[in-house]
Every structure is written in C-alpha cells, then in structure tokens.
C-alpha cells in the first residue's frame, strides 16, 4: 500500500513538473502563434478582398473589351477594303457599291453580338475626296430594330460643337485609340470607342462603337462584397459614376482624398474614412483607364481576422488539454520506470 502511495506521489510530481514545462511551451508559442493567426488571418482576408475585386474587373471588363475587339475588327476591315485613289475619283459610286456592300453587314452584327453597344460606325473625313463629301456607315439599336442613319450634311457637320464630335476628332487628330467622356443621347448615357483609320501612313477617318454605361452602371451597382460592400465606377476624365446612394454623403474633399489614395496605392488594399465611416478600399484600372473602386466597412472586413482568432483560441485550448493528458501519461510511464528503479536498487 505505502508503495502503491509513493509511486502515485512520484508519478504526480512528475506529471506536474511535465505538464508545467508543457504549459510555459505551450504559453509561448500561442502567443507566437496568435500573432501569426492573426498576420495570415489578415492577410487571407485582404486576399479573399482582392479575388473578389479581380472577378469584378473581369466583369466590368467584358464590356470594354467586347467595344475594344469589335472596334478593331472593323478598323481592319475598312482598311483592306477602302481605297483612298477610288474614293477621290467617285466617292459616292466607291462608298455606295464597294463600302456599304462589304461593310454593312458585319457593322450590323457588331451590334447584334455585342450586349452593351449601341451602334457602329465607319466614317471618312469629309475633306478626303478634295471637296466636302460627308459619308458614312452608321448602324444603331432602337426600339424598331438596328437601322442605317443617315449622315449629317456637311452644313450640319460643321456645326456640330466641337464637344459633340470627340467621337471623331479625339481618335483622327491623335492618331490614337480613344475613350469619349460619358455623354447623354435621348436621355440615355453613353460613351464611345473610338480607332483611327490609317492607311499608307495617313488617316484617313474613323470607326468606332456607342456603349450603355447605364448598363456598365448596373452591373457595377449589383457587385456586392462581404454583407454591405459596394463597388463605385470613376472614368478616365475624374467623373464618379453614381453606382451606390451612400456616395451621396461624401463631400468633394472625401472624393478627392479617395482618388489621390488611390493613386498613391495602385493595385493595394488601403484605408479612408469617408461619410463617417472606415473603410478597406482597393481600386483597380480597367482596360480603358476607368477605376473600379471596392468598399467593404472596416467592421466587415475585421470580421474575418476575429472569427479566425476565435477559431484558433478554441483549437488551442483543445490541443492544450491534449497534452496536459498526454503529459500525465507521459509523467505516469517515467514515474513507473524510476520508481521500478529504485525498488531494484534497494534490494541491491
């Protein structure tokens, strides 16, 4: 009995001094592994925020690419077909029969096969034949179906105001791919894509597409990210399109902070504390310069890092008593081993 009773003492102070060095272990990793918890934690949740954002670039790009590939398609085939010496000599003859007979067709199907484009078009400079001729091929979407405008006259052409023909001047007087500012027509907004067409060095005219930013608007405005994110929309010339009524509670100082944070940030998670409440905010560039901007609350977004920290304490506290219990037995089988010791010793 007083053996029994001795072996029970000894494998109890030994289970303690295991269990206490288990313990002051145990103590200093969790607080190391807390702090890593929470870094990768962090880390997961900003990733888990930039996947998001990079679907819905992958989204809100759709729409500009389709405009980008199916302007371009038609550059290339206006410029294997026109020819600049037929032109001049019979503009209307060479339009009418070799343009229009090539061309129309594949400017209707533009329209057809392109969910946000409103109309297409192939337009020569008017001074190109040596003497004002204004002709073009020009298709849009109406509520009668896609049908063929009919061109301004030269009269009208000169004077449309310089802000309404962007559509043509920005792409032939640069030479380069060019995006409108957002525009109303018939009360709907658009903005245009537009390419230069050159031939043998010299432009020659221009092609391009009408886009329903109304339509861009709603896709933006139905992005939603954690419980009440939003996504808000910028175009290339500083205008914010308006996807999310809580902008309306950010003055024009908010604005702007957003937009220079954005800038010093490229392509990284920051954040700003608009309309009276903190933010992670990242913002991406689209494929025609525009800014896609992702707002999740901070309260959201922290929301994460806290389930994980919850989640580890109770992994901890589990695998904790885990090994207190391996460590008794562990304390128990050394305490029997010595103990078996010190009995053969004494008979010794």
């Not at 907004?189 to 010299?202: A, H, L, N, Q, R």
């Not at 809580?246 to 700003?272: H, K, Q, R």
């Not at 977004?301 to 109770?314: D, P, Q």
Request: glycine fraction near 6%; charged fraction near 20%; aromatic fraction near 14%.
């Amino acid at each position: 009995m007083k053996k029994r009773f001795a072996f029970d003492k000894l494998s109890w102070k030994i289970t303690i001094i295991v269990g206490v060095a288990v313990a002051i272990v145990a103590g200093s990793l969790s607080v190391y592994l807390q702090s890593r918890v929470m870094y990768h934690a962090g880390n997961y949740s900003r990733e888990n925020l930039i996947r998001e954002v990079s679907r819905m670039v992958e989204e809100s790009n759709s729409a500009f690419t389709s405009a980008i590939y199916r302007t371009q398609s038609m550059r290339l085939l206006g410029e294997s077909i026109f020819n600049v010496e037929a032109f001049r000599r019979s503009p209307q003859d060479f339009f009418d029969n070799t343009m229009r007979k090539h061309m129309d067709g594949f400017v209707v199907s533009v329209i057809e096969n392109s969910a946000h484009v409103s109309a297409a078009y192939f337009s020569p400079h008017p001074d190109l034949a040596g003497f004002p001729f204004v002709v073009e091929i020009y298709f849009k979407d109406t509520n009668e179906g896609i049908i063929s405008l009919d061109p301004l006259t030269y009269e009208e052409y000169m004077e449309e105001d310089s802000e309404d023909m962007t559509w043509f001047y920005g792409a032939y007087n640069s030479g380069l791919p060019y995006w409108t500012h957002v525009y109303e027509d018939n009360e709907i907004t658009m903005v245009s894509y537009v390419e230069p067409v050159i031939i043998d060095g010299m432009i020659i005219g221009v092609t391009g597409v009408d886009i329903f930013i109304d339509d861009i608007e709603e896709m933006v405005s139905a992005f939603k990210v954690y419980e009440t994110g939003f996504a808000l929309l910028k175009d290339n010339y500083s205008g914010i399109f308006q996807t999310n009524d809580i902008v309306d509670g950010f003055t024009a100082g908010e604005i702007e902070y957003l937009i220079n944070s954005a800038t010093a940030n490229p392509d990284n998670v920051f954040e700003a504390r608009l309309g009276r409440e903190d933010y992670i905010i990242t913002a991406k560039q689209l494929v025609n310069d525009y800014t896609l901007y992702i707002f999740v609350p901070k309260n959201e977004f922290n929301a994460v890092v806290t389930a994980s920290l919850v989640s580890s304490i109770v992994v901890f506290i589990v695998a904790l008593i885990i090994v207190l219990f391996i460590a008794y037995l562990i304390g128990k089988a050394i305490s029997r081993q010595i103990f078996a010791v010190l009995v053969a010793n004494r008979r010794d």
